[in-house]
């Protein structure tokens, strides 16, 4: 289905850069798929587009080249310790491809990456924005947020009314290129920007990618629903290091990525429950993250019981072949003319756009049938 760009905003961040890398390493065989979902059996007949079809670009605000990124990957564990020499020719293709993030916002902003976009996307069939940046604050509510024309007259009136992530999604569907907000940030999660979407037959998918403590809850919320058992409270706590850690020690960023997490319960369950997610950050913890929950449920007689539960992962490499999955599939997308949000695609994420199951195996089932239709 020809060349598709994939344009990472967050570039040369971990998830980015184990993404490029990964694609990179299974091209060349030197790496098996595990974890690509679109890589299973029942993607075969989806003509999804093929990990040598991917061309990376991206924005990032820090200018730490991509081969030394990996290197630092290499050295927290992350990335093989073999893996970035057999791969430094991609990585600084990839890197070639890379532009500064553009300062302030407004149209001046937007002009800089539709102009960034558009020559990116020269030579190329499809582009697809992926949002692999930091978390943001949820979004103050703003008039020129209801309707594709209040925010045209905000911005032509010269103000920034748009977070940076939603600034991204305006200027992707501006440029042409679909757009996949991997964050919990606010992203095309805009009245104004569904409606450009759709006015410009430009598929989206978000928000927030399901990748450790979250896949979890998706998978057990629906078991104590369908066995009738009466879930109390689910509480959770997370420690992190990195980058992402650092981030989500600002209250503000956690209250976003929590917002996300509580929706996989509450849409599972059916009800609001007692208890929240505490996020520690833990700068010695690098890359990994550990996840411990508590859930208080109730069964027959009303006799009270207990499951805790430890998850222990690496960030990056759970992440960053959803990226890639998510990249095929939202190219297909743009091929097929896929316009607005795609339900199908919430298998991959804790606050899915669109209207469509919440449990893990529904979602699976929904992904499926849509890549092969």
């Known amino acids: 289905m020809g060349k598709i760009g994939v344009w990472l905003i967050g570039a040369r961040g971990s998830v980015a850069t184990t993404a490029i890398a990964g694609a990179a390493a299974m091209r060349a065989g030197l790496a098996a798929r595990t974890g690509c979902v679109t890589e299973q059996p029942d993607f075969a007949g989806a003509e999804l587009p093929g990990l040598g079809d991917l061309v990376f670009g991206g924005h990032d605000v820090v200018d730490t080249p991509l081969v030394k990124r990996a290197e630092h990957l290499v050295a927290a564990g992350v990335l093989p310790a073999t893996l970035p020499g057999p791969v430094a020719a991609d990585l600084e293709a990839a890197e070639a491809r890379l532009r500064p993030a553009p300062d302030g916002g407004g149209r001046a902003a937007i002009d800089r990456v539709v ?91 978000g928000r927030d990618g399901k990748t450790g403590e979250t896949l979890l809850r998706a998978v057990l919320a629906p078991m104590f629903a369908q066995r009738a058992l009466n879930v109390l409270a689910w ?113 991959f994420f804790k606050d899915p756009v669109g209207d469509g199951p919440h449990d893990l195996a529904s979602q699976y089932a929904a992904l499926r049938e849509w890549a092969n239709r």
Not at 142 to 161: C, I, K, N, R, Y
Not at 181 to 193: H, I, K
């Open 115 to 205: 102009a960034d976009l558009t020559a990116f996307g020269e030579g190329l069939d499809h582009v697809v924005v992926v949002n692999v940046s930091s978390t943001e604050p949820p979004c103050a509510p703003h008039p020129a947020h209801a309707s594709l024309t209040a925010l045209e007259a905000a911005l032509d009136a010269g103000e920034d009314v748009l977070p940076a992530s939603a600034l991204y999604a305006y200027a992707a569907f501006r440029a042409g290129c679909g757009f996949v907000d991997f964050t919990p940030s606010t992203g095309a999660r805009l009245p104004a920007l569904d409606e450009l979407a759709r006015e410009t037959g430009l598929p989206y998918a």
């Open 235 to 347: 509480s959770g706590t997370n420690l992190l290091g990195g980058g992402d850690g650092a981030t989500l020690a600002d209250p503000g960023a956690a209250s976003s990525k929590n917002a996300s997490k509580q929706q996989v319960l509450e849409q599972n369950l059916g009800h609001p429950v007692d208890g929240e997610v505490h996020i520690d950050y833990v700068p010695a913890l690098g890359d990994w993250k550990t996840a411990w929950d508590h859930v208080l449920f109730e069964g027959f007689l009303g006799t009270r019981m207990t499951l805790q539960l430890t998850w222990q992962g690496c960030d990056s490499a759970l992440a960053a072949p959803l990226v890639l999955d998510l990249a095929r599939l939202t190219g297909k997308a743009c091929r097929d003319g896929v316009a607005g949000p795609v339900a199908e695609f919430g298998f």
